[in-house]
């Protein structure tokens, strides 16, 4: 006779707050929430290390007192998602001490191994939850994904664009933040 697998138990945002408060799941554990789904992070190389550093320096530098960067720091997106976003531009620290940011002004995702995913489950989750502007600095190809116009019914972006070592990108809610690719990316 044929058994059915149990269905995956889906977490909501809620529940895997109370498993981190529990201690069932430790800071060192580096977990994130996905559509549901406890997924563990794949461990940081050093270029991935870099380009993150990079990115975060680059739009301090580019946003100033206008807004704060955080990195790799959770985002309450949802009811099922609490990505660990590589990098956030969000309006102010002070509103996030008793709870993480709702929303963000840009989210970045340095991808290596991470790619597919990057592209396809965390774009979908951002683009859902309105999220003006994400890119993934990829470290495969060399160059920066930009995407723009969050579709948040069909959890995806209406604009994207691809950018090269030698460009520039202002960042969409922020105007005259403007930085360089070069400045983002590891090894240039």
């Known amino acids: 006779m044929a058994s059915i697998a149990p269905a995956a138990t889906r977490f909501t945002s809620e529940e895997y707050f109370a498993l981190i408060d529990q201690g069932t799941l430790r800071p060192d554990d580096r977990v994130e929430l996905l559509e549901g789904v406890i ?4 461990p940081e190389n050093p270029r991935h290390a870099v380009a993150t550093e990079k990115t975060a320096e ?14 790799q720091h959770a985002l309450h997106l949802g009811a099922h998602s609490v990505p660990e976003a590589d990098v956030a531009v969000v309006r102010r ?4 001490v008793r709870a993480h940011p709702r929303t963000a002004v ?4 340095v991808a290596d191994t991470s790619l597919i995913q990057d592209r ?8 859902a939850a309105g999220i003006p502007e994400y890119w ?3 470290l495969r190809d060399d160059r920066v994904e930009m995407f723009r116009a ?3 019914g069909a959890a995806r972006y209406a604009e ?4 090269a070592r030698g460009e520039r990108v202002e960042l969409a809610q922020l105007p005259g933040a403007t930085i360089a690719v070069d400045a983002l990316l590891p090894g240039g």
Do not use: C, F, Q
């Open 93 to 96: 620290h002070d509103d996030y």
């Open 58 to 71: 680059a739009l301090r530098g580019a946003v100033g007192g206008r807004a704060a960067i955080r990195v």
């Open 150 to 152: 969050p579709d948040r």
């Open 106 to 109: 840009l989210v970045v995702e």
């Open 160 to 163: 994207t664009r691809l950018l």
């Open 136 to 138: 993934i600095i990829n």
């Open 39 to 42: 997924v563990a992070m794949a």
């Open 120 to 127: 396809l489950s965390k774009a979908a989750i951002y683009a």
